[in-house]
């Protein structure tokens, strides 16, 4: 039976994991590279979600630095390089919820985490996700030796906060824990003995045919351990 280690309380999701990570360095990248980058977080954007309006969006920033750049020399160049930064930098900052949906709720969830001890609760365990993802990033003997991602194995102590080894995990277990129907679950296990073990939680939505809905559940709870 899972025991969880006893723990002081966590700090916010908010401040959780890389203080780059979900996007935070999109606009690091628009304003050291003085606009000249701007084009780069909305490609990733657009390469993360898929959807048409951000490839579009990505589309219409990489012209413009096109368009910018065949302006060199000209009197007005400084002015569109500097509008760029000032809005690429801006809307680099108001797409992160749409990369990421769970920033829209994270602030809202925080303000009620002191009165509603469930939402305490699974502020924690988001929290306990991202300290695992970075331990099995940081050392993934230790990750395997702990257990992280494996539900399924008996006498587990560590508590990651509910995320499953898409590499290793039975298709039941990644079922249980992404919420996903299982022959869902099931897809990604075959996928994984056909091909290379997944690099990233992202390269199994490149092989197997999961409904988009369900990208941010097993982004959320997934993890891929190397082998």
């Given at each position: 039976m899972n025991q969880p280690v006893p723990r002081q309380a966590p700090p916010s999701p908010l401040r959780a994991g890389s203080w780059l990570g979900r996007g935070r360095w999109y606009p690091f990248v628009v304003?050291?590279?003085l606009g000249i980058l701007t084009f780069v977080p909305f490609v990733h954007a657009a390469t993360?979600?898929?959807?048409?309006?951000?490839?579009?969006?990505?589309?219409?920033?990489?012209?413009?630095?096109?368009?910018l750049f065949m302006s060199t020399g000209q009197t007005y160049f400084g002015g569109l390089l500097f509008g760029l930064l000032i809005i690429g930098g801006v809307h680099s900052v108001l797409i992160r919820p749409y990369v990421w949906p769970s920033l829209r709720h994270d602030a809202a969830a925080e303000t009620m985490?002191?009165?509603?001890?469930?939402?305490?609760?699974?502020?924690?365990?988001?929290?306990?996700?991202?300290e695992a993802r970075a331990l099995a990033a940081g050392d993934p003997q230790m990750a395997r030796e702990l257990g992280i991602g494996r539900p399924d194995l008996p006498g587990r102590r560590y508590d990651d906060g509910g995320l499953v080894d898409l590499n290793s995990a039975p298709a039941q277990a990644i079922a249980a824990m992404c919420g996903v129907d299982l022959a869902v679950a099931e897809q990604i296990a075959a996928?994984?003995?056909?091909?290379?073990p997944f690099m990233t939680v992202d390269d199994v939505f490149s092989v197997v045919d999961v409904p988009y809905?369900?990208?941010?559940?097993i982004r959320d709870r997934g993890i891929v351990i190397p082998a």
């Open positions: 304003v050291l590279s993360r979600t898929r959807r048409p309006l951000m490839v579009l969006t990505a589309a219409l920033y990489t012209a413009a630095v096109v368009v985490a002191g009165s509603d001890p469930a939402v305490a609760a699974v502020l924690a365990s988001r929290n306990r996700r991202a996928a994984r003995s056909v091909t290379a809905h369900l990208w941010d559940r």
